[in-house]
């Protein structure tokens, strides 16, 4: 099984900063990772596919990159809806999904 | 619009069964993989199990095979997953979400199905 490793597990942030987030597989997943987000009691939604391609209506404020093993989201200038938890997801292999990174108010 | 709809928030013994649903609209139901995911209170997302409606391909995630089983009502189009036996480490939310392709993102969710069982 492939493990997906997300770091920092809490990132503090001040609203308008940026925040990046990193992403680490256990073996190469070319480009096949998705981030989702997921804000508190809300199901998660897709934010990024392709590791670096926005799903419909995503703010440009959005980025990912990475491919292989090492990927990262990237969310420039923080609004209040940005706070929550983030999921990497890899489906080169079945799927599995990383433990999360909260981003929360600094 | 494509949508997602679970049923609602069950309460259950351990011991007892369960049958939670998510019925699709808005586009090709047997053309779509669709897949359960599990998060316990509090934790992060598991992958559950996926059928593909068009033919009924099931696969299921180790961790969770001989544990659940999923099906799906082509003729209303509903996933369903179901538990025989529940059991207290059986409560979470329970999210379907709909593949875009089988290797590839999950672009639609369901709200989430909450299943709590205690005795």
């Known amino acids: 099984e492939i493990v997906m490793t997300q770091s920092p597990a809490t990132l503090s942030v001040s609203p308008g900063e940026s925040a990046t987030l990193s992403c680490r597989a256990s073996q190469s997943i070319s480009r096949n990772l998705a981030w989702y987000q997921q804000r508190p009691g809300q199901a998660p939604r897709l934010l990024i596919y392709g590791a670096s391609t926005r799903a419909t209506g995503i703010s440009a404020r959005f980025s990912g990159s990475g491919s292989g093993t090492e990927f990262t989201l990237t969310i420039s200038s923080l609004q209040s809806e940005d706070f929550a938890v983030y999921y990497c997801q890899q489906y080169n292999d079945w799927r599995t999904f990383g433990q999360g990174t909260k981003v929360d108010i600094k | 619009e494509v949508q997602l709809v679970q049923s609602g928030a069950e309460v259950k013994k351990p011991g007892e069964s369960l049958k939670i649903s998510c019925q699709a609209s808005?586009?090709?139901?047997?053309?779509?993989?669709i897949g359960w995911v599990r998060q316990m209170p509090g934790k992060g997302l598991e992958w559950m199990a996926i059928?593909?409606?068009?033919?009924?391909?099931?696969r299921y995630s180790p961790s969770f095979q001989g544990q659940v089983t999923i099906s799906a009502d082509e003729y209303i189009s509903t996933v369903y997953l179901m538990w025989s036996s529940l059991k207290p480490s059986d409560s979470a939310m329970y999210f379907c979400?709909?593949?875009?392709?089988?290797?590839?993102?999950?672009?639609?969710w369901g709200q989430g199905t909450l299943v709590s069982v205690s005795s």
């Open positions: 979400v709909r593949l875009y392709n089988w290797s590839d993102r999950l672009d639609f």
């Open positions: 059928i593909y409606p068009g033919d009924s391909d099931i």
């Open positions: 808005g586009y090709r139901f047997p053309s779509y993989w």
